[in-house]
């Protein structure tokens, strides 16, 4: 099994190096030795290593920086995985790509499950939906997984930003008003494994493939997140208070609960992320 990763050097890319080799041949490419907003690069990368599997963990992902850069955010999030779509549809290879839980607007109070009407608040959001909606159109050999609030100590994420104020203040704020499944970075390359291994044993069956959601088990606000940070990292000296989205003048907007319902892929894999809470102990353990 010849596997092509692209996106390496990130955050999730980093962790699925690590887990992929498990599972076969592995090919990991980052920018630049593939540039997913350019369709020579993506072709000619896919065409001479033949993968059976392209996973897709380049993203442009700064969400705030995105709205003053939509070209090339929309190059890279939705032209780039247009490009692999019709590279791996030429070459019959599955492609496995990740999305968000930023597709959807945050308007509601229960968690989003795969066929709930997307409605994007932000560019970032907006590009990867587009991307989704790309791939789709495109082939049928793919499989979409749409995660959320990924972090891991390795990466600039929430968890080392809050760890990091955390030092240097004896009070922090953070909002209530967010609401989502906190996924660490390790478990996703894992779950991502563990599925490929199922998908083969199976013979790669066309009716798993499509769009999943695959997240931290359980959703939390990210006042309640930092709290359980600040818990597990000893800091009790802080103070966490809670704020309001409105109160940070950030350039994007977010959605104010972007939980995911991951009953369709738990059914399908009979595989599960523990919930956030043991995850984050465990991703913090030194
Ligand atoms: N992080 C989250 O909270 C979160 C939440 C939900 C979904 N996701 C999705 O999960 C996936 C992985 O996220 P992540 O946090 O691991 O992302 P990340 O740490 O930002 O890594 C993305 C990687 O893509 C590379 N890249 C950027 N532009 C590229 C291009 N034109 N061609 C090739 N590679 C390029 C980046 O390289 P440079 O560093 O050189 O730019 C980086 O190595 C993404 O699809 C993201 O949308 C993330």
Redesign the pocket.
Known sequence: MKILL?????????ELQRTLPYFGELLS????E?????AD?VQSVVTSFKPHVVI???????VDRAESQPELCM???CD?PKFLAEACDQNQSVLV??????VFSGETDRPYREDDQPGPVSV?AES?LRGEQAIQATFDRFLIL??????SLR?S??LTKVLSWSEKSAEISVVDDQISNP?W?RA?AEMTTLMLARLESQAWPASLMGIYHL?GDGYTSRYEWAKAIIEIANQHQVKVNPAKSEDFHTPARRPRFSALDCSKFYQAFDLRLPSWQACLRLSMKK
Request: net charge negative; glycine share 8%; aromatic share 18%.
């Open positions: 692209v996106g390496c050097n990130g955050q999730l890319g980093w490419v980052d920018f630049p593939i540039d997913l907003s350019n690069s897709n963990a380049a993203a442009y992902t700064d190059k890279v999030n780039g790509h990740y999305s968000t839980d930023y970032y990867k749409r995660t959320a609030w990924m972090y990466a994420s929430f996924t970075a996703m997240a």
